[in-house]
C-alpha cells in the first residue's frame, strides 16, 4: 500500500472547484469537490439517524463518491456521455485500487455507491442532490448567485430526490431564503 501516493491523488479534490458552479457563478471562491463530499458525508452521517440504516457506511460512502474526480475532472453530465463518465471513473478507482493494494475498502465502496444496491447507498445518491441544492441556496442567500440560476440547480436536484424528508429540508432551505422557483407541496 502507497498511502503517500494515494493522499497525493485524493487531496487533488481539495483544489478541483465543482464545475457547474464556477460557470454559473463565474467565481473562483466556490466549493472545491473535497467540500462537497465533506458536506454530503456529514449530511448522510445524520440523515442515516434513526432509519435504522449504518450511519458511519453512509458517510464513509459519501467521502469516496466523488473521489474518482480526483484524476478525471470534474465533469458535467451534459458534456460527458454517461457511458463514458462512468468508464472513465471507473478506471479512476482501478488506478487509486492498485495505488492501495489487496483489500482496497476505497473501491467496493465507490462500487456499492455507484450500484445503489443497499439503501445506505440509495440513500447517500439523494443526499448527493440534496447537498447540491442545499449550497445552491446558500450561494443565493451569500449573493454569489442569482435567483434564476439557483431554482435551476434546486429544480435539478429535485429531480433525483424522492425521499419525503430530504425534499421537505429543500423546501425548508428555501422559505428561509426567500427563493421562491418551485411548488412548496410541504406548505
Not at 41 to 65: E, F, N, S, T
Not at 70 to 88: C, F, T, W, Y
Not at 129 to 139: N, R, T, V
Request: net charge negative.
Amino acid at each position: 500500500m502507497d498511502l503517500f501516493g494515494f493522499y497525493r491523488i485524493a487531496s487533488r479534490l481539495k483544489h478541483t472547484k465543482r464545475t457547474g458552479w464556477i460557470r454559473k457563478t463565474n467565481r473562483a471562491d466556490v466549493e472545491s469537490v473535497a467540500d462537497h463530499s465533506l458536506m454530503t458525508a456529514m449530511l448522510a452521517l445524520i440523515l442515516a439517524q434513526g432509519r435504522g440504516l449504518d450511519a458511519h457506511r453512509c458517510a464513509a460512502l459519501a467521502v469516496v463518491h466523488d473521489l474518482a474526480e480526483s484524476i478525471v475532472g470534474d465533469l458535467l453530465p451534459n458534456e460527458v456521455p454517461a457511458e463514458r463518465k462512468h468508464a472513465m471513473e471507473r478506471s479512476a478507482i482501478g488506478e487509486i485500487a492498485g495505488i492501495l493494494g489487496d483489500g482496497d475498502v476505497v473501491s467496493r465502496l465507490y462500487e456499492e455507491y455507484e450500484a445503489g444496491i443497499t439503501e445506505e447507498a440509495r440513500l447517500v445518491h439523494q443526499v448527493d442532490k440534496l447537498e447540491m441544492a442545499l449550497q445552491a441556496i446558500s450561494y443565493y442567500m451569500d449573493g454569489k448567485l442569482g435567483g434564476d440560476d439557483a431554482c435551476e440547480f434546486v429544480q435539478g436536484a429535485l429531480r433525483y430526490v424522492s425521499d419525503a424528508e430530504l425534499v421537505g429540508h429543500v423546501f425548508e432551505a428555501l422559505r428561509a431564503s426567500g427563493l421562491e422557483c418551485v411548488q412548496d407541496s410541504q406548505a
